[in-house]
């Protein structure tokens, strides 16, 4: 399995609720919807970043993570590739999201040593 994890930093002029009753309501719904996505993504997760935690944390300056999983990197290039990935989402992530602060990262799973517990 590969996951891609996007690491999602707001737009500045949108509070937090903002950007997270968009990224959950409006863009989840609009990603579930086209073709690519449901062919290719096998598990989605968005992780939203809490509030409130005590100071002197070393937090990672984002609002959010989208995990995805595929079964191959093919499957996730083939979406990612999409011309409704790269029109239709993209605009909408416009609407949300500060793209310039966007980051990626592709990874491969293992089991951890926690796996059995």
Known sequence: MV????????????????????????????????????????????????SGLPDGLPIAPFDGVAELWFDNLEAAAAAMSSANYATVVADDEEKFLDRSRTLLMVSEGRTGIWAGK
């Not at 994890?5 to 409006?26: G, I």
Request: hydrophobic share 40%; net charge neutral.
């Open 3 to 50: 996951k891609l994890s996007v690491f999602l930093t707001r737009r500045s002029d949108l509070t937090h609720e903002e950007f997270s009753r968009y990224w959950v309501k409006e863009h989840a719904t609009l990603l579930q919807s086209l073709p690519e996505v449901r062919q290719f993504v096998c598990r989605d997760v968005q992780q939203d970043a809490v």
